[in-house]
T-cell receptor, first 115, second 113 residues
Framework: NAGVTQTPKFRVLKTGQSMTLLCAQD?????MYWYRQDPGMGLRLIHY???????AKGEVPDGYNVSRLKKQNFLLGLESAAPSQTSVYFC??????????????FGPGTRLTVT | LAKTTQPISMDSYEGQEVNITCSHN???????ITWYQQFPSQGPRFIIQ???TKVTNEVASLFIPADRKSSTLSLPRVSLSDTAVYYC??????????????FGRGTQLTVWP
């Protein structure tokens, strides 16, 4: 049981390049999330998904796209990277259901630098 | 958005009790209060969650007054390993409101020997 894994762990991009970050979870969670964390800042929600085939915008969605083609995977895409997207990206997943938000399980993060 | 306000930083010594207060004036009826802990270069980790009154687990206690506009995370007898950033979140699990979950900047707790 690996929990939440993220690929890659590190990446350096040039401005204008594209890339996809992969998040995978083996806990059969319905909900998945992508966050970014800038130095000295808290986590900001980029996009989230409440189930396979569905996605929704979070607090800072501009410049990113996501897809949830399989329940266990949540992909985050940068079509044309900008230096402002230099950050650490965290993926998380959780159970679904009414009432209390279930615990979010976080991956180890992807450190992305855009030059 | 049910945003939260926490102190940016706190200092303590080993063995002391630490109380971190979070303000959430706009909390909604269906919202729960959740606390996470984050160590450097790691993702956040769930600590405790509550709706009202008091909740206790093996790690911490959470105190929520009747008006629910604030909450206090209590860490008993902290150690050096409790040095971390602590985040207070307010929200519920309904799919349509998940985007309201807001981590904020958190509170950097530093425990000194």
């Amino acid at each position: 049981n690996a929990g939440v894994t993220q690929t890659p762990k590190f990446r350096v991009l040039k401005t204008g390049q594209s890339m996809t970050l992969l998040c995978a979870q083996d806990m059969n969670h319905e909900y998945m999330y992508w966050y970014r964390q800038d130095p000295g800042m808290g986590l900001r929600l980029i996009h989230y998904s409440v189930g396979e085939g569905t996605t929704a915008k979070g607090e800072v969605p501009d410049g990113y796209n996501v897809s949830r083609l399989k329940k266990q995977n949540f992909l985050l895409g940068l079509e044309s990277a900008a230096p402002s997207q230099t950050s650490v990206y965290f993926c998380a997943s959780s159970y679904s259901g009414q009432g209390a938000p279930y615990e979010q399980y976080f991956g180890p993060g992807t450190r992305l630098t855009v030059t | 958005l049910a945003k939260t306000t926490q102190p940016i930083s706190m200092d303590s010594y080993e063995g002391q009790e630490v109380n971190i207060t979070c303000s959430h004036n706009n909390i909604a009826t269906n919202d729960y209060i959740t606390w996470y802990q984050q160590f450097p270069s790691q993702g956040p980790r769930f600590i405790i969650q509550g709706y009202k009154t008091k909740v206790t687990n093996e790690v911490a206690s959470l105190f929520i007054p009747a008006d629910r506009k604030s909450s206090t995370l209590s860490l008993p007898r902290v150690s050096l390993s409790d040095t971390a950033v602590y985040y207070c979140l307010v929200g519920d699990s309904r799919g349509s409101t998940l985007g309201r979950l807001y981590f904020g900047r958190g509170t950097q707790l530093t425990v000194w020997p």
